[in-house]
């Protein structure tokens, strides 16, 4: 089989994501490059298209509506058989699209969801009758349920995105700020899991997989109870600020780390709240801003483990300034839920 029979394209039309001109109407995050609709047929020899996309749109009866039916299109190359690369693509696609909802992260949970390949967004909503039993007089309810999923990337968006966490993210996760390789890994799989909470309609999975990606971030095989460990981890990070004393975040924490468990092991879901949620977003925003804005102090797990120790050791020694504390970011709650 010739190399060029090979290589291939997945293209894939996303639902509600708009690209604005302060992008150039493009946006990479890793390896998958997501173009707006009418930019396509003028990027498809950058993209190694061999058909102008207006052939393509003429060439088969659902070729039309397939490039006009979404305002943006994913588009990322492989090499392999067809069966191969389809299959890897495409997870590659579903990936990077966690990782472009996770810009939302901290945000009001109602006003975000999922960025997802066009009909697999949940358009929600319930429909009721509440009456009066004797006479069933009432009223007749229907609305919408599933959360407002439009994102444009503007400059709204980007200058937000260059304040907080996600810009530095993206360029470590694309190599361009070095660290290394097993971190850079491990930071791309907790921001995928978290990319999946941030998208996810279910409140108590949200709690869990933030739960999860902020042991994955900061712990590593730890001796010792772990309500104890993670406040510890997270105040080495964000302790300074004077929010940490007055909004109780160390009790906070360890509040969310049993809720974690009897969620967990015990089912209990009434114990979740809204709150908890939005606490636990607030947490995770200041913990990635601060992980990827030092690459030089946070090269690797193992810098991010001894964190702590060296400045737990600085306390011992009554150091009053701590050498090993750097300028760290602190972002103030914003979700009126929190």
């Known amino acids: 089989m010739a190399d060029s029979d090979r290589r291939w394209a997945l293209i894939v039309p996303v639902h509600r994501l708009y690209l604005t001109e302060i992008v150039n109407r493009e946006f990479r995050v890793d390896r998958v490059l997501f173009v707006h609709r ?80 066009a009909g697999e967004a949940s358009l929600a909503s319930v429909n009721y009758m509440v009456c009066r039993l004797p006479d069933m007089t009432g009223r007749w309810v229907g609305k919408r349920t599933g959360p407002i999923n439009e994102m444009r990337i503007d400059k709204l968006w980007k200058d937000h995105q260059d304040r907080t966490f996600f810009t530095k993210l993206l360029k470590i996760l694309r190599g361009e700020t070095k660290v290394s390789g097993s971190w850079r890994k491990e930071l791309r799989r907790a921001s995928v899991l978290l990319g999946e909470s941030v998208g996810s309609d279910n409140p108590f999975k949200s709690f869990l997989w933030n739960m999860v990606a ?64 939005a606490f636990m977003d607030h947490i995770l925003v200041n913990v990635l801003a ?49």
Do not use: C
Not at 78 to 107: A, D, H, I, N
Not at 253 to 271: F, V
């Open 214 to 277: 902020l042991e994955m971030l900061l712990t590593r095989n730890e001796k010792g109870e772990m309500r104890e460990i993670l406040p510890k981890k997270v105040e080495a990070l964000i302790g300074w600020s004077r929010f940490w004393q007055e909004g109780g975040y160390e009790e906070r924490i360890r509040d969310a780390y049993d809720k974690r468990n009897r969620l967990l092991h015990q089912g209990r879901q009434d114990e979740v709240t809204a709150q908890d949620l």
């Open 38 to 117: 009418d930019k396509l047929p003028y990027v498809r020899k950058r993209l190694g298209f061999g058909i102008r996309v207006s052939e393509l749109k003429k060439e088969t009866p659902v070729g039309k509506e397939f490039f006009e039916r979404s305002p943006a299109y994913a588009v990322v190359r492989g090499t392999g058989t067809q069966e191969e690369v389809e299959q890897q693509l495409l997870e590659l696609v579903r990936e990077e699209l966690s990782l472009l909802t996770l810009s939302q992260l901290g945000s009001t949970r109602s006003m975000v969801g999922p960025i997802v390949p």
């Open 290 to 338: 601060n992980l990827v804005s030092l690459p030089t102090l946070f090269r690797s797990k193992d810098d991010v483990l001894a964190f702590p120790k060296r400045l737990e050791a600085e306390r011992i020694l009554g150091v009053r300034r701590p050498r090993s504390r750097p300028k760290l970011h602190f972002k103030r709650p914003v979700n009126p839920d929190f």
